[in-house]
């Protein structure tokens, strides 16, 4: 192409726009329960980005714009920039409406349909003047020359082209440097759509965002062309199985949790490091729900399809309200060596919880910070999940990332239960649906030697649970019950237990109470049968 602002080859686009969403995704999505839970969770003072791309929309070419109108928001909440200036009103001449700008607006913060319906204001741009792109193709070079650092929040429903047919590994690596290298600067998290088939497109390749996947539609899939990292990061429902649609409400749920993180949510003293993109990114991750063929392995820390998991705000907002807690032990080891846990003397009494923390290595020690838990309950034999997910950023102008792992060891007997040891991810996560109760130590390991930087800071969340179902008689009712935390679970019955055996959904809806969900069901004289399952 001749004009280098055009080269945003493709959005990710549903072809229509549609006003009517299921309510369900905001129950999936953890949201419907955050907003019975609690009160003014809405994005305030939170500033977002909307960079989008042309759609084409009443014939037009430089069609990219949100219709406040549409999105049920007044025009003060807009700021509309592009390559021919920059306006406070709408209509305006700087650009023209877009169905799909609406539809993701809807999504994003809309008080219809939104996650954050009361952000502070929204920065919506072209996108083809908020990213440059120059050079020949497909080698392209990036920069970022239209963003605004006061966005915290920046949704991205477009991507760059289908890798490698349309873009080379090294434009790839271009785009990704350039949003690593201003994430890193300005502390904008960017959350872009993973793409619609094939494989995972930039800009949602870069370290240091979140890459969206769509649950159940035709979501792009990983790992990287480049070096075989791990996206998308997290999946989320969307209008026609498409990731332009679950991108928003990603966005959005980031938007809430820096919004609790700045109010004070994680704890006293504590708002920077709650609010900062690393842990609102491990909250993201660690609160994700697993479907039932979710996979990942020990160099491979997240699914390739689903990477974490479906977001779930709820578990993220419970994990961060946990508390941030320190590590309990701190040691240095000659580079290479066994790290088997140390002597547990206290342990941290949050099962659910996050820290944000510094890990230095040196020239000839790794570095290792140890949080003990005790797991364990009244319960005989009950078994636990754990979820772990470690979080740093690759440095400005770093071209690698410093090495961190994540391992999980029994510390009575010393055995290793569970790593991810990835050598090209920035996030390393840990998931144990069947872990026996005992002492363990969560080690947060860094490699010495030659390195990136000597210290690197990291964002680390934590769960362990363990839920236990209750039926009590309640009349000529049976009261079923199971705690609303963690979300993310659906009761299902049967009449017998024979193989195969037919579990049915079909139950009536649960209301929350005492921190419990709740559901009726008629008493028979029939045999019936009951299971939490996820999701």
């Not at 004070?264 to 504590?270: A, F, K, L, R």
């Not at 944000?356 to 290792?368: L, P």
């Amino acid at each position: 192409m001749k004009n280098p602002s055009k080269r945003i080859l493709a959005f990710i686009f549903a072809g229509f726009f549609c006003v009517t969403v299921r309510a369900q995704d905001l129950n999936t999505l953890g949201v419907s329960l955050l907003r019975a839970m609690t009160t003014n969770l809405n994005g305030t003072g939170i500033h977002v980005g909307q960079p989008e791309a042309y759609n084409g929309d009443n014939g037009s070419t430089n069609s990219w714009e949100v219709n406040p109108t549409n999105v049920i928001q007044p025009v003060a909440l807009f700021t509309y920039i592009s390559g021919l200036g920059t306006s406070t009103s709408y209509p305006n001449s700087v650009g023209d409406w877009s169905s799909h700008a609406d539809a993701v607006g809807d999504y994003f913060y809309g008080p219809a349909y939104g996650v954050a319906t009361n952000v502070a204001h929204v920065n919506n741009y072209d996108a083809n003047y908020y990213v440059k792109l120059s050079g020949p193709i497909p080698n392209w070079s990036c920069s970022l020359s239209g963003a605004n650092s006061s966005d915290m929040i920046v949704n991205q429903s477009f991507i760059f082209g289908s890798v490698p047919s349309q873009i080379s590994v090294a434009a790839q690596q271009a785009i990704d440097s350039a949003y690593d290298n201003y994430a890193a600067t300005n502390h904008s998290l960017f959350v872009s759509g993973a793409g619609n088939g094939g494989s995972v497109c930039p800009p949602s390749t870069c370290y240091n965002g979140l890459s969206v996947g769509v649950y159940n539609g035709v979501s792009s899939i990983g790992p990287t062309v480049d070096n075989g990292r791990c996206k998308p990061d997290i999946t989320a429902p969307g209008l026609a199985g498409l990731t332009s649609y679950s991108t928003p409400y990603v966005s959005g749920a980031a938007a809430v949790l820096m919004q609790a993180g700045l109010h004070g949510d994680g704890g006293s003293d504590t708002t920077n490091a709650a609010a900062d993109l690393r842990t609102v990114k491990a909250l993201l991750l660690n609160g994700a729900v697993k479907s039932l063929d979710w996979t990942n392995s020990t160099s491979s820390p997240l699914d390739a399809r689903y990477g974490a998991g479906i977001v779930n705000l709820f578990n993220a907002y419970e994990q961060l309200a946990g508390g941030k807690h320190g590590y309990n032990f701190a040691t240095n080891i000659p580079n290479g060596s066994a790290h088997p846990p140390v002597v547990m003397t206290n342990s941290i009494s949050a099962w659910s919880g996050w820290d944000f923390n510094t890990n230095t290595s040196t020239s000839s020690s790794d570095a290792v910070k140890h949080y003990f838990f005790n797991v364990t309950n009244s319960v005989s034999n009950a078994t636990f999940t754990a979820t772990a997910t470690l979080v740093w950023n690759r440095h400005q102008n770093k071209s690698s990332i410093n090495n961190l792992n994540l391992f999980i060891y029994n510390a009575a007997n010393s055995n290793l239960v569970a790593c991810s040891t990835s050598l090209v991810d920035n996030v390393e996560h840990i998931f144990l649906p069947k872990l026996a109760q005992g002492p363990y130590d969560l080690q947060v390991w860094k490699a010495g030697g030659s390195t990136v930087t000597t210290n690197e800071t990291y964002a680390l969340a934590w769960e362990f649970f363990s839920t236990s179902l209750n039926a009590l008689k309640n009349g000529t009712n049976i009261s079923i019950s199971w705690p609303v935390y963690p979300d993310g679970f659906v009761l299902q019955t049967a009449t017998n237990l024979v193989s195969p055996v037919a579990w049915s959904t079909g139950n009536p809806a649960s209301f929350v109470t005492n921190n419990q969900n709740v559901i009726l069901i008629n008493m028979t004289n029939a045999n019936q049968f009951f299971r939490l399952q996820r999701p």
